[in-house]
């Protein structure tokens, strides 16, 4: 059964950049589509998220991110990576990779349609 582990948190300044993994177990992660979704303090996760087809051939960011974000994928080691720049303090959250098999090509931004999910990474961002 596939399992999802996010790494790569962690406390930056206004400005910086990150990036974080998704790294995949007991499966191949290469026929799911996979999205991350950022949950903020006291607050339920986000319902839109920013996904990567199963082939990389279609990304679809949530419009809060556009345009700062970048969603890749490794095949060969099996993660998927968030590239973040730009950060702001807004950004800080616990973000979570998702994966689903049904969606592999369809790239789906919202949280329900995704079956497997990682346990998050923090990301905090403040000056």
């Known amino acids: 059964q596939l399992q999802l582990v996010e790494s790569g948190g962690g406390l930056v300044q206004p400005g910086a950049s990150l990036r974080l993994s998704c790294t995949a177990s007991?499966?191949?992660?290469?026929?799911?589509?996979v999205a991350w979704f950022r949950q903020f303090a006291g607050k339920e996760r986000e319902r839109e998220g920013s996904c990567i087809t199963s082939k990389a051939d279609f990304i679809d960011y949530a419009d809060s991110v556009k345009g700062r974000f970048t969603v890749s994928r490794d095949h060969s080691k099996n993660i998927v990576y968030l590239e973040m720049d730009n950060l702001t303090p807004e950004d800080t959250a616990t973000y979570f990779c998702?994966?689903?098999?049904?969606?592999?090509?369809?790239?789906?931004?919202?949280?329900?349609?995704?079956?497997?999910w990682g346990q998050g990474t923090e990301v905090t961002v403040s000056s």
């Open positions: 998702a994966a689903d098999l049904r969606a592999g090509e369809r790239c789906p931004r919202w949280a329900r349609a995704y079956d497997y």
């Open positions: 007991g499966s191949t992660l290469n026929p799911y589509a």
